[in-house]
């Protein structure tokens, strides 16, 4: 797995002169928490990162979402992106609403998935997390709370094991830096293109939250999706892929200019 300003990444060709676009997962995850036909979108060249201590990606020991931001800024330089579209689910939405916000130039569009202005975080997951007798069980209960009753057990079990994975000073670190994240006073200062995407049984993110962004950002979109919660991506990928694919058509001049 390739590395630039110590973030793993998987790069997939396609796009032409396009921006690409680059996939940032949420607290606990990695870059395969975006399935593979997204991850490889084709028509498109895409890039899915893993954030500082997830993945194959050294631990920076970030704690807030500008930390995540300087890290992914500084990745996009050392691989000689001007432009993007940031793809971001929960935590990951929030670093590319950060990022838009603190490097307008450089997003060429969002699509957010399980987002808000702010994502507050139930304190007893916080406390939780922080207690190395009840990690295991916390964990347990994040991934309850993250699928809808109709998702794929397997599918499920595999999201549980790979965020057991996660070092549990980084998973606290993530939920921490999500339930400090707040950017509701600035939404009308994003410019680029924004699809917002919701799971109809997110109960970790209501789609309530999206509604605030999509009356805060001008011009922003939002689609809600039946039989699916936060992990949206992975419960939908095929709707998923459909809404994305239409918002690039519509973001493509904007992206290209």
């Known amino acids: 797995m390739p590395l630039a300003a110590n973030l793993a990444y998987e790069d997939h060709g396609g796009g032409g002169d396009l921006p690409p676009i680059v996939f ?12 593979p036909r997204l991850r490889r979108l084709t028509g498109w060249r895409t890039f899915a990162v893993d954030l500082p201590g997830h993945g194959q990606s050294p631990d920076s020991g970030a704690r807030t979402v500008s930390d ?23 935590m990951g939405s929030a670093i590319a609403l950060t990022a838009a916000l603190d490097a307008p130039v450089s997003a060429a569009g969002l699509a957010l998935i399980g987002s808000g202005p702010r994502l507050r975080v139930n304190p007893a997951l916080l406390e939780g997390l922080a207690d190395p007798d009840r990690w295991t069980e916390t964990v347990g209960q994040i991934i309850a709370w993250s699928f809808a009753p109709q998702a794929d057990p397997r599918t499920v079990e595999l999201a549980r ?42 109960r970790m993110t209501p789609p309530a939250l999206g509604e605030s962004l999509v009356s805060g950002i001008p011009g922003a979109q939002m689609r809600v999706i039946d039989g699916a919660g936060h992990m949206l991506m992975l419960e939908q990928p095929a709707a998923v892929e459909a ?14 200019s």
């Not at 809404?243 to 290209?256: G, S, Y």
């Open 68 to 90: 995540h931001v300087e890290s992914l800024e500084a990745w996009r330089r050392a691989m000689g992106i001007e432009r993007a579209i940031l793809a971001g689910h929960s």
């Open 24 to 35: 940032l997962h949420g607290a606990g995850g990695t870059r395969l928490h975006w399935p």
């Open 243 to 256: 809404e994305i694919r239409q918002f690039l058509l519509q973001a493509r001049p904007a992206a290209a």
């Open 161 to 202: 094991r790979r965020m057991l994975e996660t070092n549990r000073d980084v998973l606290l670190r993530d939920f921490q830096a999500c339930a400090a994240f707040d950017v509701a006073s600035r939404l009308a200062e994003i410019e680029a293109p924004t699809l917002v995407l919701y799971g109809a049984g997110d």
